[in-house]
T-cell receptor
């Protein structure tokens, strides 16, 4: 199956700093999503981005499908950005239909 | 729209007991799925359904049953709970499989003693 690796595993920032989270995947995909899991455990959709670039406020994401990676940029980080960021990929083909494979996540801590 | 809802939020079971985790969505999504989240292991797919009456196994299906009698509901049954099933369970839905964005419910935290 598809392998998903996220880096770094942990990231500690001061409020106001910028950061880049990376997601590498081992095979062709037609779905890639970034999620933020907040301290209460809720999974919040950040981006649905199988290719290209999207921006939403202080967050933006870029997926280069041909090179099998995606980047999540967080600018001017705030304490509310703390939590775990997951990358998940999927491929709608053969026995993989419907399956999202998650990375291990990046634990982000933003200090005031 | 309420989106994806799950009940209960928390549950404690004794080994050997059975129970059903409920999941419902009001977005008319064809595809629904169940994941479990364990520390350090990310989320893993248990079972999924591509439409009413159709279900299939995911990565970790043992010890769990599912059925899909309506488009809206996709319950997950634990037949005989084991401590290894202590986890947080998430239900998700999308228009159709991985071609579309998937939406997750708030989760059910299950402890088996």
């Amino acid at each position: 199956g598809i392998q998903v690796e996220q880096s770094p595993p942990d990231l500690i920032l001061q409020e106001g700093a910028n950061s880049t989270l990376r997601c590498n995947f081992s095979d062709s995909v037609n779905n890639l999503q970034w999620f933020h899991q907040n301290p209460w455990g809720q999974l919040i959709n950040l981006f649905y981005i199988p290719s290209g670039t999207k921006q939403n406020g202080r967050l933006s994401a870029t997926t280069v499908a041909t090179e099998r990676y995606s980047l999540l940029y967080i600018s001017s980080s705030q304490t509310t950005d703390s939590g775990v960021y997951f990358c998940a990929v999927g491929y709608a083909g053969g026995t993989s239909y419907g399956k999202l494979t998650f990375g291990q996540g990046t634990i982000l801590t933003v200090h005031p | 729209n309420a989106g994806v809802t799950q009940t209960p939020k928390f549950q404690v079971l004794k080994t050997g007991q059975s129970m059903t985790l409920q999941c419902a969505q009001d977005m008319n999504h064809e595809y629904m799925s169940w994941y479990r989240q364990d520390p350090g292991m990310g989320l893993r797919l248990i079972h999924y359904s591509v439409g009413a009456g159709i279900t299939d196994q995911g990565e970790v299906p043992n010890g769990y049953n599912v059925s899909r009698s309506t488009t809206e509901d996709f319950p997950l049954r634990l037949l005989s709970a084991a401590p290894s099933q202590t986890s947080v369970y998430f239900c998700a839905s999308s228009l159709a499989g991985t071609l579309y964005e998937q939406y997750f419910g708030p989760g059910t935290r299950l402890t088996v003693t």
